[in-house]
T-cell receptor, first 114, second 115 residues
Framework: EAGVAQSPRYKIIEKRQSVAFWCNPI?????LYWYQQILGQGPKLLIQ????????DSQLPKDRFSAERLKGVDSTLKIQPAKLEDSAVYLC????????????FGPGTRLTVT | SQQGEEDPQALSIQEGENATMNCSYK?????LQWYRQNSGRGLVHLIL?????REKHSGRLRVTLDTSKKSSSLLITASRAADTASYFC???????????????FGGGTRVLVKP
């Protein structure tokens, strides 16, 4: 079974530029999550999708961050414009539906904003 | 502040020794999960313990949960150099089962196992 795929693995941009991350969850997993992990801290949930609907985006900075999950499979997370404090690893995770289960994480995208 | 807080923040042990780390949280939970993160990689799920369970084992891992004290512990027995990683507890406070879990992660315990 293929795991959660993310791309790119690394990205360096200047502040005020835009960037997009892509995630492909495990096949059949209806729930998809985006987390932000700042160096030395635990992951923080940004947004949670159930199929193509948003379940929770309370911690997503909506003035600059956006995410979509068209067709209920792949998802993209965008930052526009980026700030220095957005430097972090962005993790995508998925889980199966129907209960409180473990989450499966992708390798993450390491973003550096200069 | 974060829902889960791990203690200690860092731990250094010799190969073969046991490693114990603790997690405290603040609100009622559905379950508590432990994850491992090797340097520069994504998180890997280790073990899930439900709120009505008190102890769970998986290989060299032993997890306990005390809901009255709102705390959990993870014990790694007979540690190996490959156990060097950061360990995170995550509390699940999801209210709608069909919508999946809602995890809040602690800051992690960084474990170094010296050969």
């Amino acid at each position: 079974e293929a795991g959660v795929a993310q791309s790119p693995r690394y990205k360096i941009i200047e502040k005020r530029q835009s960037v997009a991350f892509w995630c492909n969850p495990i096949s059949g997993h209806a729930t998809l999550y985006w987390y932000q992990q700042i160096l030395g801290q635990g992951p923080k949930l940004l947004i949670q999708f159930q199929n193509n609907g948003v379940v929770d985006d309370s911690q997503l900075p909506k003035d600059r961050f956006s995410a979509e999950r068209l067709k209920g499979v792949d998802s993209t997370l965008k930052i526009q414009p980026a700030k220095l404090e957005d430097s972090a690893v962005y993790l995508c995770a998925s889980s199966s539906t129907g209960g409180w289960n473990e989450q499966y994480f992708g390798p993450g995208t390491r973003l550096t904003v200069t | 502040s974060q829902q889960g807080e791990e203690d200690p923040q860092a731990l250094s042990i010799q190969e073969g020794e046991n490693a114990t780390m603790n997690c405290s949280y603040k609100t009622s939970i559905n379950n508590l999960q432990w994850y491992r993160q090797n340097s520069g990689r994504g998180l890997v799920h280790l073990i899930l313990i439900r709120s009505n369970e008190r102890e769970k084992h998986s290989g060299r891992l032993r997890v306990t949960l005390d809901t009255s004290k709102k705390s959990s512990s993870l014990l790694i027995t007979a540690s190996r150099a490959a156990d060097t990683a950061s360990y995170f507890c995550a509390t699940d406070v999801g209210m709608i089962k069909a919508a999946g879990n809602k995890l809040t992660f602690g800051g992690g315990t960084r474990v170094l196992v010296k050969p």
